[in-house]
């Protein structure tokens, strides 16, 4: 449950950060069952920055019953979640981002519905929650967020290397206004973002992974009016931790 001042802060920023949301063993048992998750694997495909370095990426629309469905389902994220976005929710996709230590690379600034606009979803009521797996900081490449510039609403984007970037016109303009916020997390830190926030990331030039999963929601009022990409509206089961400590338990013992 986020309070007042932080629901606030979010308007303002475009971002709130809620620290230690998972505990250390939740964390490290994601990292685990990611590593031998086939069908995670499966779906890795990689997207090419700027200077020739690709980041890689693993994205699935339902939430599955396993430990991955099981944070993107949980109260932790779903709650916060609702309450910033106003409304009920559904989960339009989650992705692991695999930033690998030395090759990974960069994101261009973007916004996310820079990109969800063009799935047919009417309004910028969708939100992003970042679950730091790994730490991040500066020099693996942790996120870069623009502070207040949702408020700009959707600028324009088009092809930048192989991904989809924001017109670097108006992003340089904002750059000149001030420097970007670098979100530094620990493990089990969530950052909950606004579709609409300015982001980037640098290319991870340490020898530490970073690796993070974000759950992506949509508010139910937005489905997507035609089939596009990414969920349509589904009610949203929100999962106990029970059913978390459980799957992190079966893990320990297999
Ligand atoms: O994880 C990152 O470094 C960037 C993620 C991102 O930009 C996104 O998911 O839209």
């Not at 092809?159 to 530094?184: F, I, S, W």
């Not at 830190?189 to 640098?202: E, K």
Request: hydrophobic share 35%; charged share 20%; aromatic share 10%.
């Amino acid at each position: 449950m986020l309070s007042a001042a932080e629901i606030q802060q979010y308007q303002v920023d475009g971002f709130v950060l809620r620290c230690g949301l998972y505990a250390a063993e939740e964390v490290s048992g994601l990292i685990r069952f990611a590593q031998q998750d086939a069908d995670m694997m499966a779906r890795i495909t990689g997207r090419m920055d700027t200077e020739g370095n690709q980041t890689k990426l693993s994205l699935w629309d339902d939430p599955p019953q396993n430990l991955f469905g099981f944070f993107a389902r949980s109260q932790r994220l779903v709650e916060p979640a609702t309450q910033l976005l106003g409304e009920e929710i559904y989960h339009y996709h989650s992705k692991m981002m695999l930033k690998e230590p030395r090759t990974g690379g960069a994101w261009e600034w973007h916004q996310d519905y820079g990109y969800w606009y063009n799935y047919a979803c009417l309004r910028p009521a969708m939100i992003s929650c970042l679950i730091a797996l790994d730490r991040a900081d500066r020099a693996n490449g942790c996120l870069q967020v623009l502070p207040g510039s949702q408020r700009l609403g959707r600028i324009d984007h088009g092809k930048v290397a192989g991904q989809t970037g924001a017109d670097m016109e108006r992003v340089n303009v904002l750059l000149e206004q001030g420097p970007p916020t670098y979100v530094e997390c620990e493990p089990g830190d969530v950052l909950f973002f606004d579709c609409n926030l300015l982001h980037r990331s640098d290319a991870n030039r340490s020898d530490r992974s970073r690796w993070s999963l974000i759950c992506c929601y949509n508010a139910r009022s937005n489905s997507p009016y035609k089939q596009v990409r990414h969920s349509s509206y589904q009610p949203l089961e929100i999962s106990r931790d029970e059913q978390m400590a459980a799957a992190l338990a079966e893990l320990v013992v297999a």
